[in-house]
């Protein structure tokens, strides 16, 4: 409900939303910049047993324990090498939960213009449809934008269910 | 005025006085003549009106009001206790909190009370024509200004003392409004502008009469002053809720004696009235504020342990670590002292629930309760009511025996439910207890196999005990007949599910037509435990040193197989034993641990059985900071938690229990 009374504001005519893009593979996505805490640089992840491959592990953000969830196994990308170096951590917080978001790299942030934010095509082998809130363009370049919410909650609903 | 800051006080302090007129009418039916109770009735009673009132709640005022009318005249020897008033006293209380409730969920009284109110007078009037001539006597009684107010001969004295040349003495009568709902506080305003009208020789009632609310609609008093008498009239008669003002000389002829510490007592007389007023020397603390205290020690503790770790040889070092080692543990120690309250809070809401419950179902039950100043963090008190509640509703509904039937099994016919609470090493252990019909295995197991729960193969494997915890399978209801108290679907499950979540566990004890206890243990604290280090697979994880009986170094020579599980025997007891890195669905090669010579294994004790977790490495004992893994972890198999180890690293927690 909330989601949707957000959509509607967000979709005003001429209202603008700031996002952060970031690479993964050869493609460039974005995250509301509302949602996201901050970028830090890789640190030491300690792994969780009995979690999905997609979950890389927990780390120690200022004494306070943070999942981490790689996004490349979490969409299937495989294509492109990412460079190490520029590998960066983007804290997302979503529901009172935060968790990091493991990214190529984090390229810029973006005032993007909503009336220009398209609903998503599906994207073969790529992302599910489901967690694209839209795609947006800076210049030529197309950013994904992922519905946080549905991507760290959606699915774990459903599993919760099954059990 | 914006009540709102002062709502959850008014929550706060009404459910207290609520349970301590629940608790207080319940004795006073088993003890009607007992006149402390009667009056802390009544002062609770009192108490709630003065809040409702001040909050401005209506309905609740006037609830209160009738409810203490009945209890004055109880108090007064007007109404004798019996049943009807009990049940109607018992009744008033559940419209009491009701309309709490409704305040609480809607913002106001929502529930309509005029039936009970109506009741209310309705047995008030039947009782009038009994009582009207002792009230008749009492008015007759009221203008009668010496009886109550006739000086001594130190009082006279002691008059004689302030008086001054100009100064007369007065017989005053102040009468308050009928509607006057703060008494004590007008009494107590009209006896301070006394006091600074002149010098207030003797009140009746005293001032700390008035405090207790101890008196009708009058108060007398005898004042020393030099004011004109209008003055005086018209002062008092501004203090709210006053109704008349009766001033008059007094016949007293007294001179003035000769003084000199007049200005030194003056000044000792009026902070010695104050005193009286003052409240106990606590404050209330919003829970998350000891929440946040907590977690800041928990950071200091994690600091301290890095620090330690870095092992400098400098004797200034070692100073500070072991004082910094004393300072955090005693820190620790005081915030957990804090957030610890006597169990006693949830207790005895119970005694009213068998009460009704017992009488609903013609049952004779008696609850005993035990170990009600046992002490547990205030985080856990407040999850453990419903699962109690549960218990006791199951114990009383299927446990305890109808009266013929206990006589026809030779036992009394009335059943005991006992309820208590006990500290264990750093656990807390609660059970219900009932001497009444036990469970019967068989029983469950037919139900649990109608339900589908089990299949026959998994029923035939199974011993007595186990066929008891079937009754913590989800959605398992024993009750044949779904009455109002238990047996709604939401059923035992739930008690464990709760009890699990708060880190603790439940076993069931039961011998058939002997009874049946359910015990329940739980940690101390959430927060901080004290832990076994050890090293699985490269990673460090902790075991909370409360599961671990021993641990142990054993040789792969020891491990016998039984039925295809490896197993040790340990002083005539079989262990099976189990892969640390196979329980975590480690990416490494199982079974290789035979190939070691020395093998490292904590042994896991969860309710009454055992297991022996192998693991690469056992390392140190240490206290940990159990953090969680957040909502999007939440429900990881055999992981409970994460704890920051001295170099900052993320530790796991090893859900012991599901592994044992």
């Known amino acids: ?163 | 005025m914006d009540n709102r800051q002062y709502l959850q006080m008014f929550f706060d302090e009404s459910s207290e006085y609520l349970q301590l007129l629940n608790e207080n009418v319940l004795l006073l039916e088993g003890d009607p003549e007992n006149e402390e109770v009667i009056n802390a009735v009544f002062r609770a009673a009192h108490s709630v009106k003065g809040m409702s009132a001040t909050m401005g709640f209506t309905k609740l005022t006037d609830l209160t009001h009738k409810v203490e009318n009945i209890l004055s005249k109880v108090r007064n020897k007007e109404l004798h206790i019996n049943e009807e008033i009990i049940n109607l006293l018992f009744a008033g209380l559940d419209h009491i909190k009701q309309l709490i409730e409704d305040i609480k969920n809607n913002g106001e009284e929502v529930s309509d009370v005029r039936d009970y109110l109506n009741q209310l007078d309705d047995f008030l009037n039947r009782d009038q024509n009994s009582g009207q001539a002792s009230v008749r006597e009492v008015t007759a009684q009221e203008y009668d200004f010496t009886s109550y107010l006739s000086l001594s001969e130190e009082e006279q004295q002691e008059i004689a003392q302030k008086i001054k040349e100009q100064d007369a003495i007065y017989n005053i009568e102040v009468v308050l409004d009928e509607s006057c709902l703060l008494k004590n506080v007008r009494g107590y305003m009209i006896l301070k502008k006394a006091q600074e009208l002149g010098y207030l020789a003797k009140s009746y009632p005293t001032l700390k009469e008035i405090e207790d609310e101890d008196f009708g609609l009058s108060i007398y008093f005898i004042l020393v002053s030099s004011m004109f008498t209008e003055d005086m009239e018209e002062i008092l008669k501004d203090i709210v809720d006053v109704k008349e003002v009766i001033l008059e000389p007094s016949e007293l002829t007294i001179f003035p004696a000769v003084k000199e510490e007049e200005a030194r007592e003056d000044k000792q007389k009026s902070p010695k009235s104050l005193a009286n007023i003052q409240v106990a020397p606590t404050v209330r603390v919003d829970i998350n504020k000891l929440d946040l205290l907590m977690n800041m020690v928990g950071e200091l503790l994690i600091n301290k342990t890095r620090l330690e770790g870095l092992k400098i040889s400098s004797e200034i070092y070692q100073d500070i670590i072991q004082q910094l080692d004393r300072v955090t543990m005693e820190l620790h120690h005081i915030v957990m002292q804090i957030r610890m309250v006597p169990i006693g809070g949830i207790f005895n809401r119970f005694p009213r629930m068998v009460r009704d419950l017992s009488k609903e179902l013609t049952k004779e039950i008696e609850l005993v309760v035990e170990g009600a100043d046992t002490e547990l963090d205030r985080s856990i008190i407040d999850e453990l009511g419903d699962p109690l509640m549960h218990l006791i509703r199951n114990a009383i509904d299927h446990g305890i025996e109808h009266p013929a039937e206990r006589e026809k099994k030779g036992k009394s016919s009335k059943g005991t439910i006992l309820l208590n609470a006990y500290q264990k090493g750093s656990e807390i252990i609660i059970e219900v207890e009932d001497d009444g019909a036990g469970i019967d295995p068989d029983f469950i197991t037919r139900k649990a196999l109608k339900k589908g729960l089990v299949t026959t193969e998994e029923v035939e494997n199974m011993d007595d005990k186990e066929k008891l915890y079937l009754i913590f399978h989800p959605g398992f209801s024993t009750s044949e007949e779904v009455t109002d108290l238990s047996g709604r679907g939401v059923g035992m499950d739930v008690v464990k599910r709760v009890v699990e979540s708060l880190d603790g566990q439940v076993f069931i004890e039961s011998e058939q037509d002997l009874g049946t206890r359910f015990i329940i243990s739980l940690p101390l604290t959430l927060a901080i435990t004290q832990a076994l280090m050890v090293k699985i697979d490269q990673e460090i994880f902790a075991i909370p040193l409360g599961a671990i009986s021993e641990t142990l170094m054993i040789n792969p020579n020891d491990i016998r197989q039984v039925r295809g599980q490896d197993v040790i025997v340990l002083r005539d007891t079989t262990i099976p034993i189990v892969e640390g890195s196979c329980k975590l669905n480690l990416n490494v090669e199982y079974g290789k641990y035979t190939e070691r010579e020395e093998i490292s294994v904590v042994i896991i004790t969860s309710g009454e059985r055992q297991v022996g977790l192998i693991v690469d490495e056992l390392l140190n004992q240490q206290e940990i900071v159990i953090k969680s893994l957040g909502n999007y972890l939440v429900n990881t198999k055999n992981i409970s938690g994460a704890t920051i180890v001295g170099d900052g690293d993320v530790a796991l927690i090893l859900d012991v229990r599901n592994i044992a």
């Open chain 1, 1 to 163: 409900m909330e989601a949707v009374l957000e959509m509607e504001k967000d979709y005003q005519p001429g209202s603008k939303k700031q996002i952060v893009i970031f690479q993964l593979g050869t493609e460039e996505y974005a995250v509301d910049i509302t949602h996201s805490r901050e970028i830090i640089k890789p640190t030491k992840i300690t792994k969780v047993p009995n979690t999905p491959d997609y979950v890389r592990g927990v780390i120690n953000l200022r004494g306070q324990i943070v999942p981490v969830i790689d996004l490349r196994k979490r969409f299937n990308i495989t294509v492109g090498k990412a460079d190490k170096k520029k590998e960066r951590i983007i804290t997302i917080e979503s529901r009172d939960t935060l968790v990091g978001l493991v990214v190529d790299s984090v390229n810029e942030v973006f005032w993007l213009n909503l009336t220009e934010l398209e609903p998503a095509p599906e994207i073969e082998g790529g992302i599910k449809q489901e967690f694209i809130q839209g795609v947006g363009k800076k210049d030529d370049r197309l950013l994904i934008l992922i519905d946080m919410e549905r991507l760290l909650f959606a699915d774990r609903e459903a599993e919760s269910e099954i059990m």
